[in-house]
């Protein structure tokens, strides 16, 4: 399995801006002179419970507060966080990989600029390994945008322009509070230049139910020329049921390759009450 190095947790930093005075200020960067009124967040969550944590708003959910919060959502914020990378990963792929940005943000990484990044339920990734200080600190900032405006309840679905949660903008059981932040975990994944970025796995069943024929794709990623073996194996309750191996050559980039695996009678997944439900696994190395 990849090393991950976890970035998440309550030792991050936030501030609250007015536009692009963030920018003006430098506040994205290490040597940055705005070192005044940061307030202590955490990852995964959102500005709203950062500041509900902080005492700084009222409880949202007692009676009409959540009237009082509606300028949270129309601030720029910026959450910001140090990080100690060792020396003894020089030379490997690193990873920084975000699982869930709400809404828009751009991201930034000792103090360059990765890329911009839309959408709360697409995960954000990007290759850091030359540009992270090994043996020193490393400074992450993420520049969340004012949220979008979207179609409450009451709305029209055609109108539907973004790939946010549209209750928060009120539902009949929730009362409007648009949310924004860094909703999922943080991590920098460390992997040797070769890396399986993807497995998809399709069994397909015989008429008579007595086999089945097992495709897997194996989406791999490599910055370099060379030479790799890919064992798969499948497993039931812990113990191998089939296995098989291919080579390959890759070449910089990405390379798939299909493999197979006949597995004789098959056990079959029943819906509740009509028999089992066995869970077959598919191991890729």
């Keep these: 399995m990849p090393q991950r190095i976890i970035l998440s947790g309550d030792d991050w930093q936030f501030k609250e801006y007015y536009g692009e005075d963030w920018r003006w200020r430098n506040a994205h960067k290490p040597d940055t002179r705005d070192t005044r009124l940061w307030r202590r967040g955490s990852v995964p969550g959102s500005v709203h419970h950062d500041l509900w944590t902080l005492g700084e708003i009222p409880n949202p959910y007692f009676e009409r507060n959540s009237l009082l919060l509606e300028w949270i959502p129309a601030r720029t914020w910026l959450y910001k966080k140090s990080f100690f990378v060792d020396e003894s990963l020089q030379g490997k792929r690193l990873q920084l990989r975000f699982e869930?940005?709400?809404?828009?943000?751009?991201?930034?990484?000792?103090?360059?600029?990765?890329?911009?990044?839309?959408?709360?339920?697409?995960?954000a990734q990007f290759e850091v390994g030359d540009l992270?200080?090994?043996?020193?600190?490393?400074?992450?900032?993420?520049?969340?945008?004012?949220?979008?405006?979207?179609?409450?309840?009451?709305?029209r679905t055609n109108l539907v322009r973004t790939h946010k949660s549209r209750m928060t903008y009120w539902w009949d059981f929730c009362p409007r509070m648009v949310h924004v932040g860094i909703w999922d975990d943080v991590f920098l994944e460390v992997t040797e230049q070769m890396r399986i970025e993807d497995v998809f796995?399709?069994?397909?069943?015989?008429?008579?139910?007595?086999?089945?024929?097992?495709?897997?794709?194996?989406?791999?990623?490599?910055?370099?020329?060379?030479?790799v073996e890919i064992d798969l194996i499948a497993r039931l309750n812990q113990s191998d049921v089939v296995s098989a191996k291919t080579q390959a050559s890759l070449q910089p980039g990405r390379t798939t390759l299909e493999m197979f695996l006949p597995v004789e009678n098959p056990h079959l997944w029943f819906p509740n009450g009509h028999g089992e439900q066995p869970i077959y696994e598919?191991?890729?190395r």
């Design 201 to 227: 796995v399709r069994p397909q069943l015989t008429p008579d139910f007595q086999r089945a024929h097992v495709s897997v794709s194996v989406e791999l990623d490599s910055t370099q020329e060379q030479n």
């Design 100 to 123: 869930g940005i709400d809404y828009e943000a751009q991201i930034f990484l000792n103090g360059e600029h990765l890329d911009d990044h839309r959408g709360m339920y697409i995960p």
């Design 282 to 284: 598919a191991d890729v």
């Design 132 to 155: 992270l200080h090994y043996g020193a600190d490393n400074l992450l900032a993420v520049v969340i945008q004012p949220a979008p405006h979207e179609q409450p309840q009451v709305g």
